[in-house]
């Protein structure tokens, strides 16, 4: 889902910064080999993830959604030479490929690999993050909102995708379309939080990106 035309979409992205040879590699092989290529991060989006990582440079990131690595690459670009990333996901099966990717990167002794369900592993990690990025298991976006809040430092960034979910939720929500209707209510409790400010914008499927005050 795109929000611009592809008149428009090319004009940006052709006056963006281009993404790496490696994440080219890394995007090549994800939609040649890998169900599901459209959860990949497209290299501007992939592009909007660095240029926030560089402008808070984070000690700790974390991702929860993992896929298979793209933008776990992209928020590294931004991180503190003694910074740590903590990524999780639960398919094991692209554990293998996403490492061959990490250690390729300049970033791959500061990523780390979390495998299994998020909401259970998130408390594990005992540290407090200056960025995180939501993007997987869209159903329990709610749940995870609080959890994820209290591990943000001050000034610290959440950013979240998927949060307009194709227009869904502008448009009247059916009664068994749990995922809009998660998403529509992260929406609205992220944006009625005071210690969150937030704002969308309308890349792709949507990105929030808010601060902790």
């Known amino acids: 889902m795109n ?4 008149t428009l979409n090319d004009y940006i992205k052709n006056h963006s910064n281009k993404e790496s040879d490696l994440l080219k590699k890394l995007s090549r092989e994800t939609k040649l080999k890998i169900l599901y290529p459209r959860m990949l991060s497209s290299s501007y989006q992939g592009r ?25 690459l992209c ?13 999780i ?4 099966e692209l554990f293998d490929f996403q490492r061959k990717y990490f250690n390729r990167s300049n970033y791959g002794n ?18 407090e993050f200056d960025l995180i990025f939501l993007d ?25 995708d998927n949060v307009l979910w ?8 059916k009664e068994d379309d749990l995922s809009t209707k998660e998403i529509d209510n992260f929406n609205k409790v ?8 937030t704002v969308i914008l309308p890349i792709r499927d949507g990105i929030s990106i808010s601060r902790k005050k």
């Open 3 to 6: 929000f611009v035309n592809t």
């Open 48 to 72: 909007i993830l660095s240029m926030i990582s560089k402008l808070t440079q984070p000690k700790y990131i974390l991702e929860i959604g993992t896929y298979t690595g793209y933008s776990t």
């Open 75 to 87: 928020l590294a670009e931004g991180m503190r030479n003694d910074g740590e990333l903590h990524t």
């Open 89 to 92: 996901d639960k398919n094991e």
């Open 110 to 127: 500061q990523i780390f690999q979390h495998l299994g369900n998020a909401l259970k592993l998130m408390n594990t990690i005992n540290l």
């Open 136 to 160: 997987a298991d869209k159903e329990n976006y709610a749940k995870y909102l609080e959890i994820l809040v209290n591990k943000l430092n001050t000034n610290g960034v959440l950013i979240t």
């Open 166 to 173: 194709s227009e869904k939720v502008t448009l009247p929500i």
């Open 190 to 197: 992220l944006n009625q939080r005071s210690d969150m400010e």
